[in-house]
T-cell receptor, first 114, second 111 residues
Framework: NAGVMQNPRHLVRRRGQEARLRCSPM?????VYWYRQLPEEGLKFMVY????????ESGMPKERFSAEFPKEGPSILRIQQVVRGDSAAYFC????????????FGDGTRLSIL | QKEVEQNSGPLSVPEGAIASLNCTYS??????FFWYRQYSGKSPELIMS????GDKEDGRFTAQLNKASQYVSLLIRDSQPSDSATYLC???????????FGKGTKLTVNP
C-alpha cells in the first residue's frame, strides 16, 4: 500500500493518559502535516514537519501536544494528559515537495477519551 | 485566521443532474486550491486541484477559479448516488503550507 499509513485506526484513552498517533507518509514524500477534525467541525491544521524539523506548528495547542518526524521511522503526534475535549479524528497528510503541492490524507486515527 | 466559506447544504440533486458547489476565500495571496471528497466516517480524498484562473476538467468534475472574486467552484456532471458525500474546499494559506478548509457542503444524489 503506497498511501499514507496511520495507526492505530481507533484509540481509546482515559483522562490523564498519553495518546501516541503514528503516521508514515506516502513513499517518496518527505512533508508531513497533521490535522484535527472535531465532531461537526471542519478540519483544522495543527503542524507541518519535514524530516527532523518542525516547520510550522502554529495550529498546535501550546500545552500537552507535541509532534516529531525523526530521521528514521514514522511521524508521531503525542498528546499528554488527555482530556475529553481531545476526542476527535486526527488525520495525517503528506506531500511530495511542499510548495503548494497537493496533500494526500491517511485514514485517520479516531481518538476517544473516556 | 484566513477563512474559507462554503454553503453547508445539504444540497440535493437527482441522479444525472449537475451538482454545483461553491466556495469563497479571504486570503488574497493564496495560489493553490483543492477540492476533497469525504464520505461519512472516512478520510478526505483529493479529487481536484486548481492553480490558475479558469476551468479545469477531469472526467465528470470541473473546477473553476476566479482569483479576482476569490471564488472557486466544483461542478459534478451526471451526478451518481456514489457522489453523495461532503465536499471540502481547501486553500493553502499564502506564505505557508497549511491547508485551510471550509466546513464542507453535504451533497446527496437521489436515485
Amino acid at each position: 500500500n503506497a498511501g499514507v499509513m496511520q495507526n492505530p485506526r481507533h484509540l481509546v484513552r482515559r483522562r490523564g493518559q498519553e495518546a501516541r498517533l503514528r503516521c508514515s507518509p506516502m513513499k517518496g514524500h518527505s512533508h508531513v502535516y497533521w490535522y484535527r477534525q472535531l465532531p461537526e467541525e471542519g478540519l483544522k491544521f495543527m503542524v507541518y514537519l519535514q524530516k527532523e524539523n518542525i516547520i510550522d506548528e502554529s495550529g498546535m495547542p501550546k500545552e500537552r501536544f507535541s509532534a516529531e518526524f525523526p530521521k528514521e521511522g514514522p511521524s508521531i503526534l503525542r498528546i499528554q494528559q488527555v482530556v475529553r475535549g481531545d476526542s476527535a479524528a486526527y488525520f495525517c497528510a503528506s506531500s511530495l515537495q511542499g510548495y503548494n503541492q497537493p496533500q494526500h490524507f491517511g485514514d485517520g486515527t479516531r481518538l476517544s477519551i473516556l | 485566521q484566513k477563512e474559507v466559506e462554503q454553503n453547508s447544504g445539504p444540497l440535493s440533486v437527482p441522479e444525472g443532474a449537475i451538482a454545483s458547489l461553491n466556495c469563497t476565500y479571504s486570503d488574497r495571496v493564496s495560489q493553490s486550491f483543492f477540492w476533497y471528497r469525504q464520505y461519512s466516517g472516512k478520510s478526505p480524498e483529493l479529487i481536484m486541484s486548481i492553480y490558475s484562473n479558469g476551468d479545469k476538467e477531469d472526467g465528470r468534475f470541473t473546477a473553476q477559479l476566479n482569483k479576482a472574486s476569490q471564488y472557486v467552484s466544483l461542478l459534478i456532471r451526471d451526478s451518481q448516488p456514489s457522489d453523495s458525500a461532503t465536499y471540502l474546499c481547501a486553500v493553502i494559506q499564502g506564505g505557508s503550507e497549511k491547508l485551510v478548509f471550509g466546513k464542507g457542503t453535504k451533497l446527496t444524489v437521489n436515485p
